[in-house]
């Protein structure tokens, strides 16, 4: 993203999830967590696994989506077959959030709190941690090739 696009960007995608979970909550009044992302482990497995999946999943992103490496077709199937795993595997402990925003629209309107700072500060250091070392590794590959 241009450094302009980011903001409108965080904006769209809260606007857009919010509207989701008040349509979840209209449609099923009953339902008290509306798709809430909720530990089943410790906070600190959990933790650790959003971490994790949203490192691998942003590595993926950024391999097979960007650049001279964008695969078309073939990207979406590799970032969905990733999600997929993942929240199989991961999914049953921690909820397999992978996206801050998945997490903090269902938490805000059914007002379940409790574990959002997890959902929110995990994902996020997940996804700058792969931007950095992807960074790195793509310098390190063009300084080889300048040699």
């Excluded at 997940?126 to 300048?146: D, F, H, P, R």
Aim: a negative charge; proline letters at 5%.
């Amino acid at each position: 993203f241009d450094t302009k696009d980011v903001l409108p960007y965080i904006i769209s995608q809260i606007f857009g999830a919010v509207l989701a979970s008040f349509t979840l909550h209209l449609l099923f009044p009953a339902n008290e967590f509306l798709g809430s992302t909720l530990p089943t482990g410790s906070n600190f497995q959990s933790f650790v696994l959003e971490f994790i999946l949203t490192f691998l999943l942003m590595m993926v992103i950024l391999n097979v989506a960007h650049g001279s490496k964008e695969q078309g077709m073939f990207a979406g199937l590799a970032i969905g077959s990733v999600v997929t795993l993942e929240a199989m595997f991961a999914g049953p402990i921690c909820g397999a959030s992978m996206n801050p925003v998945r997490s903090l629209a269902p938490a805000l309107v059914s007002t379940h709190l409790e574990h959002l700072w997890l959902y929110l500060l995990a994902p996020t250091l997940g996804a700058i941690t792969s931007v950095i070392i992807w960074k790195y590794i793509n310098q390190k590959q063009l300084e080889i090739t300048l040699k």
